[in-house]
């Protein structure tokens, strides 16, 4: 749980106040800086067959980067909203979270109109539908159209936004709750979660199946993010702290690389017990198995006690590349949706060795950063409010 430590040195509880921004109307960069690492990953996991995702999460473990930035996400609706609530009341509070909410189902839309289109450009509704999941788009398009809107209906890669639309939508509730009852409504969070490793609790989606992250199993990851913000982190210091769940946890970490590495390497499934095959598998990221869940944990456990928790945060070229990013994590998120297609492509159909695969990844990244300046630039001058950077 110790994880946003990294990215921030307060605890903030929402019975005072819990700032996004400090007194003088900066952001707290550290939030901004993890969410655009985050971004720079989740483009780089989402180019299909690119060697560079072994420089993120994904190939080391059970959890990845969806993982983190689900739980960041949560810990900063609480920051801007919980901190907002005692000098702007409820009726602002809630305002501010159904329009955040409608902005992403106004995002999704606008990414699931570009990506079809971009589809269609470079594949003439042949191509690439089957990678995609625009095939139904270009058989019935109407209904497809219908049941976007509905958000039954996603794209490969856009289909966590549904997801956030609906915990958007229900912040103010929580925020309600765990201003209350927080430790009742971190136990009702775990309990849906349950139901959905026991019963398959889920969201349907069109033709057929479920929503890819199902919001009842990923509003887990979200809830404790916030309960965490909201003063949560103070009631579990002492354990995360603790030298016993560090080395717990470290063990768990090594398990699950072992488990993780066997993907890629046949030779160290001999190493893994059929028993132990049986217990862990399948591992559904869709539902947020258990294990993931735990490796989670597990890495916010190490990442707290393994960095230093105090001391001023510099900030490099590097750093401010990935604040640009994070702080524009809507439209950066949709951007690496579309690049990473267009990636893919590239390595299809022109090159597929490692050297184009860096700089189809680089070329990303640099087109990210470069449209995420921007949009900061046009922000500063667009409208008055705290200064983002």
């Given at each position: 749980?110790g ?11 929402v ?14 960069l ?52 919980g901190?907002?609530?005692?000098e702007q ?33 470079v ?55 765990l ?11 775990f ?6 490793q ?18 009842f ?20 210091r002492?354990?995360?702290r ?7 946890a ?30 862990i ?55 690496g ?27 990303g990244?640099?087109?990210m ?10 922000a ?10």
């Amino acid at each position: 749980m110790g994880l946003i430590e990294t990215v921030t040195n307060d605890q903030p509880k929402v019975a005072k106040s819990a700032p996004l921004h400090d007194q003088k109307g900066r952001r707290d960069l550290r939030l901004d800086i993890c969410r655009g690492l985050a971004l720079w990953f989740i483009f780089i996991d989402h180019i299909p067959d690119n060697s560079l995702a072994w420089l993120t999460l994904r190939n080391y473990g059970f959890s990845d980067t969806t993982e983190v930035f689900v739980f960041v996400s949560g810990y900063t609706c609480m920051l801007a909203y919980g901190g907002a609530l005692p000098e702007q009341g409820w009726l602002t509070v809630i305002a501010r979270a159904l329009r955040r909410s409608f902005e992403i189902y106004c995002a999704f839309l606008l990414l699931f109109v570009a990506y079809v289109a971009l589809v269609w450009l470079v594949g003439g509704g042949e191509r690439y539908v089957d990678e995609t999941n625009t095939g139904f788009f270009f058989k019935d398009p109407g209904a497809a159209l219908v049941h976007a809107a509905m958000l039954q209906y996603t794209p490969v890669n856009t289909d966590i936004l549904p997801t956030f639309v609906l915990l958007h939508l229900a912040f103010p509730l929580l925020l309600w709750l765990l201003i209350r009852i927080p430790t009742t409504t971190l136990a009702a969070s775990f309990l849906v979660y349950l139901m959905v490793q026991l019963r398959s609790w889920h969201v349907p989606a069109w033709p057929t199946g479920e929503l890819y992250f199902n919001p009842f199993a990923f509003q887990l990851l979200f809830v404790i993010g916030a309960w965490y913000a909201g003063g949560g982190g103070n009631m579990i210091r002492p354990l995360a702290r603790s030298r016993v769940t560090l080395v717990v946890a470290l063990l768990y970490l090594l398990f699950s690389l072992v488990i993780a590495l066997s993907w890629q390497f046949d030779v160290l499934k001999l190493l893994i017990p059929d028993d132990v095959s049986g217990w862990i598998y399948p591992i559904y990221k869709s539902h947020l198995a258990p294990v993931r869940l735990l490796h989670f944990l597990a890495l916010a456990v190490v990442v707290s006690q393994l960095t230093l928790r105090k001391g001023r945060l510099g900030v490099p070229s590097l750093a401010i590349a990935m604040i640009r990013c994070g702080e524009n994590s809507l439209s950066m998120y949709c951007l690496g949706v579309l690049l990473s297609f267009i990636g893919q492509v590239i390595l299809s159909d022109v090159s597929g060795g490692f050297v184009a695969q860096l700089w189809v990844s680089v070329a990303g990244i640099a087109v990210m950063i470069v449209a995420a300046t921007l949009a900061t630039w046009e922000a500063q001058l667009d409208r008055r409010g705290p200064k983002l950077f």
